[in-house]
């Protein structure tokens, strides 16, 4: 599939548990942050089912991968295809996460945030729900490539507040979408064409909180992947920790 990937998580400087999860399959070419949400029931478990769910619904419908890993074309129509299988993975992890809540007490509202990319030959379908980002560095640049669904960034989006006020609001983690909330949640998707050297970082916000020093994304994508992951970690952790942490690198070789 061509690709290297390398994924660190710790459970930071205040939380007593870890609520995030990640998988990185390089055979199915998918890649996996999820964050429990905070103060939900069991986050852990929210989001280690998602990831579960999401792997099982994908492996069942993977023919246009298949092709992809033996060098065929992929067309539009199968482009499309690729976006609507990653977005019905998501939609149902969280039917499937919601009805788990629904049916046991102890696990009632959990939920968590999802962000996936999956690499088809030389196109990457990335998706997400919640605020758990995707960057990507390419050319020497870096960009983010997922739209935090957060209060905060809706209210930056009306005019009401500013980025930089936004970065201070005690309402910044209030997340707008999460996987299991409810039986059905929207799925944001979008596709771009990888070059050979191009790298991709899933992370959580309890990575991407600490990332706004000048420099610090650069270096860490110069990184080979391993450094990288386990240098944002202690990044993370060194600037407070406040949240549990994962940074999941991915390589495309081509």
Known sequence: MGTRHYGYTDVGRVRSRNEDAF???????????????GGRARGEIASQETVEFIVDFVKGDATDIEIARHGGELDQAARQRLAALVRGAIQSACYMVHTMGEMDPDRRGMSTTASVVLV?????????????????WHAGEHVQLTDDHTLVNV??????????????????HVITRAVGHRE?????????ELAPGDKLLLCSDGLHE?????GLLARLFSADLATAAR????HANINGGRDNIT????????
Request: with cysteine.
């Open 120 to 136: 088809a030959g030389h196109v990457a379908t990335v998706a997400w729900v919640g605020d758990s980002r995707v960057y990507l």
């Open 155 to 172: 209210q930056i989006r009306q005019g009401t507040m500013t980025p930089e006020a936004a970065k201070l609001s005690h309402l910044k």
């Open 231 to 234: 240098d944002a970690v202690r």
């Open 184 to 192: 059905f949640v929207e799925v944001d998707v979008r596709q771009l």
């Open 210 to 214: 600490y990332l706004d020093e000048t």
């Open 247 to 254: 940074a999941l690198f991915v390589e495309y070789t081509g």
């Open 23 to 37: 998988l990185a399959d390089a055979q199915l070419g998918l890649f996996i942050v999820c964050d429990g949400v």
